[in-house]
């Protein structure tokens, strides 16, 4: 069962502009993570967000979670053209072994 | 940097045939996994590997079967491929406890069954 739910599923803005993405999801975790997949390509590890963490940024990145409303959200400041990406949210408990559970994710579009 | 690196970038198989997938990470990694990644559905995973000759079954494993006979290596093998798993491909690898730490992509195979 897929655990973790991104929206909107498809997002264009003007190159500039700040994206937001949110990404919400149906039980306890351990941390949740964001990765970007280029067209045709892997994923990239983007942000770890621990369950006990509120806020974390890195560089033109911010990701905050919101454990009590099960829900998280990737911001990217003063987008670029090589934003343009899917971005994808993948939960993880402890309880599921190994194994982090992926969205279907959101495909960003930046207009030049 | 890890690298994670894939046998083949594209690959066209026949119905039937055997296939076989292989992934190789340089970083030591205890854990290896294997999703396929299908328009609208997302990654799932296939099968996952915590240790060498350990295995174990993920989300999608019908029709799939594995190897780790060495840490730096996973295969993913198609006993008798099928159209119905033309896809994409990708192979991960992570430290420690999976899930705790970040997962490092390879670039990918695209396997179209005819």
């Known amino acids: 069962s897929q655990q973790g739910e991104e929206d909107p599923q498809a997002l264009s803005i003007q190159e500039g502009e700040n994206a937001t993405m949110n990404c919400s999801y149906k039980?306890?975790?351990?941390?949740l993570q964001w990765y970007r997949q280029n067209s045709g390509r892997g994923l990239v590890h983007l942000i770890l967000?621990?369950?006990?963490?509120r806020e974390k940024h890195s560089g033109r990145l911010r990701v905050t979670l919101d454990t009590s409303k099960k829900s998280s959200s990737l911001l990217i400041t003063a987008s670029r053209a090589a934003d343009t990406a899917s971005y994808f949210c993948?939960?993880?408990?402890?309880?599921?072994?190994?194994?982090?559970?992926f969205g279907s994710g959101t495909r960003l579009s930046i207009r030049p | 940097d890890v690298k994670v690196t894939q046998s083949s970038r594209y690959l066209v198989k026949r119905t039937g045939e055997k296939v076989f997938l292989e992934c190789v990470q340089d970083?030591?990694?205890?854990?290896m996994f294997w999703y396929r990644q299908d328009p609208g559905l997302g990654l799932r995973l296939i099968y996952f590997?915590?240790?060498?000759?350990?295995?174990e079954k993920g989300d999608i494993p019908e029709g799939y079967s594995v190897s780790r006979e060495k840490k730096e290596r996973f295969s993913l093998i198609l006993e008798s491929a099928s159209t119905n798993q033309t896809s994409m491909y990708l192979c991960a690898s992570s430290s420690g406890t999976g899930g705790y730490y970040e997962q490092y992509f390879g670039p990918g195979t695209r396997l179209t069954v005819t």
């Open positions: 993948a939960t993880f408990r402890y309880s599921s072994a190994s194994k982090i559970i």
């Open positions: 967000i621990r369950s006990n963490e």
């Open positions: 039980t306890s975790i351990n941390n």
């Open positions: 590997s915590y240790d060498v000759k350990m295995k």
């Open positions: 970083m030591d990694h205890e854990n």
